[in-house]
């Protein structure tokens, strides 16, 4: 069964500083989803990673995929109070057709402090 | 252009009762899928409707039941409640195509006294 981790669990960190979030999967997939979630809210979707390699980058934020490693990862580059929130990566369940049955990592729970 | 809407927001229920959450998809949506979130974890998939069937399910019993309309709403339902089954039900819409990322309604917060 395909299993999502991420670490750190929880994340604090000041402002202006830079940090990655892992986010490991135990079977083969090459499609994989990053999201955020403020408290109390639904989960935006921050990026998808279609293929090996793939890199993506939004503002502060940018992810990547390495499908050989089965390891995605989230880089936070100077960040800011604003970008406080957990974030989850998701797996989808195989390789190869369409399933959209993601499998969630534990999150991250990022605080960003002044 | 609405989004995700689920219905309703909030539920109190007590042990042994049934319930159904409701969800209407993204416009031009046509697969939507149900998430249980507990307090402090990630989503765990419940399953996913497409062309009024299920197509996929996780991990879940036979209590939790579903169904999808002609205009691509879908309903959840559980039967017989549980304490665990507290939790935050999201519904999740998208095209067919992987490829794309699904989107989320703000959920439906149950909680079973």
């Known amino acids: 069964e395909l299993k999502v981790e991420q670490n750190p669990l929880f994340l604090s960190m000041q402002e202006g500083k830079n940090y990655t979030i892992y986010c490991n999967y135990s079977?083969?997939?090459?499609?994989l989803y990053w999201y955020r979630q403020d408290p109390g809210k639904s989960l935006e979707s921050l990026f998808v990673l279609l293929s090996n390699g793939a890199v993506k980058q939004e503002g502060r934020l940018m992810a990547s995929l390495d499908t050989k490693a089965r390891l995605s990862t989230l880089h936070i580059t100077a960040a800011v109070h604003d970008l406080s929130a957990t974030y989850f990566c998701?797996?989808?369940?195989?390789?190869?057709?369409?399933?959209?049955?993601?499998?969630f990592g534990t999150g991250t729970l990022l605080a960003v402090q002044p | 252009d609405a989004g995700v809407t689920q219905s309703p927001t909030h539920l109190i229920k007590t042990r042994g009762q049934q319930v159904t959450l409701r969800c209407s998809p993204k416009?031009?949506?046509?697969?939507v899928s149900w998430y249980q979130q507990a307090l402090g974890q990630g989503p765990q998939f419940i399953f996913q409707y497409y062309e009024e069937e299920e197509r996929q399910r996780g991990n879940f019993p036979d209590r939790f039941s579903g169904h999808q309309f002609p205009n691509y709403s879908s309903e959840l339902n559980v039967n017989a409640l549980l304490l665990g089954d507290s939790a935050l039900y999201l519904c999740?819409?998208?095209?067919?195509?992987?490829?794309?990322?699904?989107?989320f309604g703000d959920g439906t917060r149950l909680s079973i006294l």
């Open positions: 998701a797996v989808d369940m195989a390789a190869g057709g369409a399933t959209n049955k993601l499998i």
């Open positions: 416009s031009g949506h046509d697969t």
């Open positions: 999740a819409s998208s095209f067919l195509d992987r490829d794309q990322p699904q989107h």
């Open positions: 079977t083969t997939s090459d499609r």
